[in-house]
């Protein structure tokens, strides 16, 4: 059984949490993970390499996920009740926008200007650089801050509803009904619409967060029981057992990407379950993650009672986070670019380790010094 762990009342009095900052700090590793983890799909073959990354990389998806249910967590910890709507809209877009459009227009700027060099062609089609930018495609990863604006524009409408069930003890339905959605969301593919001739996602992006609503209120309810669960005794053996279905629920995914990135055909050795497996990983993929939420905050909540060694660090990581996941790709991107140069890359059993080390490394220092400069909270965001 946990002790409820110290916080300290800010001027606000919102309540702090130390172990928020650990699971920014797992979740921020998971996604460095998944995207150096997805250079298996420039391998040719399935080999063990190919399957570990594959493990690693459904393993790591929880990343996304786990940074919603922060954010429901967050939110409901100090927006519980009524809202100022005006205030919390300029906060929190204050929070993320100057970010996302600074580094949308660097990674969009950055190939521009490297084709131009290289007397490449550029599309510069005004149409085409604004739709990048709505759609968070300035570079790969930006689509999250699409997301997370979506999110906290529909917060407000949110926290109505949840307190609405909260009172006539609903949440679980609530929880239930926005999973199902969530579910049928990620099942049926959102059609291309055609703007001005051309087939774009712009739908499929504007819906984004109906596969993330079931973490955000997991997040708010988290939070409201905060204090019951810390007090609920867990038996160790319960995450023994919790590793089984984990264990299935990987192989399970390494199978998907199989059958997307290999034409491994699953119906060769699953002919029932493969005519289905869009549904099935569609329903099990929000409780794989689930699991992998328990364990985080387990380990995050030993990690601070006990003060181990790796908690100043993890705490640092975690509150750097924000800035890491902007800078990240980045770094990435020059690493991947120049290692293979040299006969390191993907195929090499040390790549995954060290360029993992490597890109976090590079990430934390470059937010170490961005973050003393003035005003670098709207550049990397908040790193207290």
């Given at each position: 059984m946990f002790r409820p762990v110290q916080f300290n009342l800010m001027e606000n009095k919102v309540r702090y949490f130390d172990e928020i900052n650990i699971l920014r700090a797992f979740a921020i590793l998971a996604v460095i993970s998944i995207h150096v983890s997805a250079n298996f799909t420039h391998m040719d073959t399935i080999n063990g390499l190919a399957a570990l990354y594959m493990s690693i990389d459904v393993l790591s998806h929880f990343a996304v996920p786990l940074f919603i249910v922060i954010s429901g967590f967050v939110l409901y910890n100090k927006y519980s009740d009524d809202i100022d709507i005006k205030r919390f809209y300029r906060k929190r877009l204050k929070s993320v926008l100057p970010q996302y459009l600074i580094f949308s227009t660097f990674y969009l700027a950055a190939p521009y200007i490297g084709s131009i060099v290289l007397a490449r062609p550029v599309n510069l089609d005004i149409l085409h650089i604004i739709y990048r930018y709505l759609t968070g495609g300035c570079f790969y990863h930006l689509w999250f801050f699409v997301l997370?604006?979506?999110?906290?524009?529909?917060?407000?409408?949110?926290?109505?509803?949840?307190?609405?069930?909260?009172?006539?003890?609903?949440?679980?339905?609530?929880?239930?009904?926005?999973?199902?959605?969530?579910?049928?969301?990620?099942?049926?593919?959102?059609?291309?619409?055609?703007?001005?001739?051309?087939?774009?996602?712009?739908?499929?992006?504007?819906?984004?967060?109906?596969?993330?609503?079931?973490?955000?209120?997991?997040?708010?309810?988290?939070r409201r029981r905060y204090d019951e669960l810390l007090l609920k005794s867990v038996p160790k053996s319960s995450l023994y057992y919790a590793s089984i279905p984990l264990l299935c629920c990987t192989i399970i995914g390494i199978f998907g990407y199989a059958q997307s990135y290999f034409n491994f055909d699953i119906t060769q050795i699953l002919p029932v379950m493969g005519g289905y497996w869009h549904w099935l990983t569609a329903v099990i993929d929000p409780l794989y993650y689930v699991v992998i939420f328990a364990f985080s905050f387990y380990i995050s909540?030993?990690?601070?009672?006990?003060?181990?060694?790796?908690?100043?660090?993890?705490?640092?990581?975690?509150?750097?986070?924000?800035?890491?996941?902007?800078?990240?790709?980045?770094?990435?991107?020059?690493?991947?670019?120049?290692?293979?140069?040299?006969?390191?890359?993907?195929?090499?059993?040390?790549?995954?380790p060290l360029i993992c080390i490597i890109t976090l490394v590079l990430s934390y220092l470059s937010v170490e010094v961005l973050q003393k400069f003035p005003y670098s909270e709207y550049l990397i965001g908040s790193t207290k």
């Open positions: 997370i604006i979506q999110l906290y524009l529909l917060y407000p409408a949110i926290l109505r509803l949840y307190n609405y069930c909260e009172v006539r003890g609903r949440i679980l339905e609530l929880l239930f009904a926005v999973y199902l959605i969530g579910v049928l969301y990620n099942v049926y593919p959102i059609p291309d619409i055609f703007i001005l001739g051309a087939s774009t996602q712009i739908l499929g992006v504007a819906t984004k967060f109906i596969g993330y609503v079931f973490y955000l209120v997991l997040g708010m309810t988290i909540l030993n990690i601070v009672s006990s003060r181990s060694a790796a908690l100043k660090l993890l705490e640092k990581i975690g509150a750097y986070s924000f800035g890491i996941y902007l800078i990240h790709a980045f770094i990435l991107y020059i690493i991947v670019l120049t290692f293979p140069r040299f006969g390191f890359d993907w195929n090499n059993w040390l790549f995954y």
